[in-house]
């Protein structure tokens, strides 16, 4: 923390901690959809983040270059009842974003891969780099209505994931589903980063 | 850093190019993008004096917005606007729509002049308080 003088010390002592869950996936699987459902305020979005990899201000300022450098981020925000903020951010799963993905997954307490069994293949560079980057994850498949239900172990053959990855079904647009997804993620941060000698909390 | 794909090989593009507006339409309005150039907003400067801002580092107004402008453009008055509240850097740049380079050199000015305070998140190497899980798990249960 930044100190200044006496008066705004004691009001900064009392700001909350922020924490974030990072929602990957592929394009239009649901990562908007899901941090919409469990975020309290409307979903913000961030048009850029290229000043992080050198790319002067001059450049990014250009409405000009409206092409594939300029990307949308979309992050929702949970306000705990203690002193922590959750905030939840929704990155573009392909491998050519992965630029920020670093600054996004950063001192992240873990992160939810989205996947959409039609198009599988689509998740596979979020589980890449989570696992490449030994970040906390777990997969949720979105059941998308016409989707082609498959058996978890299936999928988690099909994604040659460890079994000690956590796969499960989830819809992005309700509330209970997301909650849990999330409740999951953040046991199994506690069990990979060996936080669980005191019993595992219920499940809901 | 890692060469980005080929474009062409990506079947799920995440902004499919939109088709050109006719010649007419082009660079009118806000297609001409913003008036004052962010740069302009920060003088030039492209890091903040102090802090490292990440994304969700928070950040408070320590008072009301000033009367005067002393040396505040009014994106700096923005942000002690919406600082009244506890806001993440990130929620920052979506509400002002501003690169977050211009959002961070800006916070940066305000902290100098004492007009903000901040509290940075844990660092990475921090993530073993269990008390920041049982928080949040408990948090996600009463949502």
Known sequence: MVSGPSRREVRARRLPTAVKIVIAGGFGVGKTTMVGTVSETQPLRTEELLTDVGVGVDDISGVERKDSTTVAMDFGRITMRNEYVLYLFGTPGQKRFWFMWDEVALGALGAVVLADTRRLSDCFPSVDYFERRQTPFVVAVNCFEGAKRYDLGEIQMALNLGPKVPVMLCDARKIDSCKQVLIDLVLHAMKVRGLVDAPAPQQV | ?143
């Open chain 2, 1 to 143: 850093m890692i060469p980005p794909d080929d474009p062409a090989q990506d079947p799920w593009p995440e902004d499919p190019t939109p088709p050109a507006p006719p010649a007419e339409d082009r660079f009118l309005d806000e297609h001409a993008g913003p008036m004052v150039r962010p740069y302009v907003m920060t003088s030039g400067r492209i890091e903040p004096t102090r802090g490292k801002f990440d994304l969700i580092t928070l950040v408070v107004a320590v008072g009301p917005e000033p009367e005067g402008t002393i040396g505040l453009g009014p994106e700096h008055l923005a942000i002690i606007r919406l600082c009244q509240n506890v806001m993440s850097v990130a929620e920052l740049t979506g509400h002002l729509d501003l690169p977050v380079a211009t959002i961070r050199v800006m916070l940066g000015d305000l902290l100098d002049k004492g007009f903000v305070s901040m509290q940075e998140p844990e660092p990475e190497a921090d993530m073993h308080d269990i008390r920041l899980y049982k928080a949040v798990i408990d948090g996600l249960r009463a949502l």
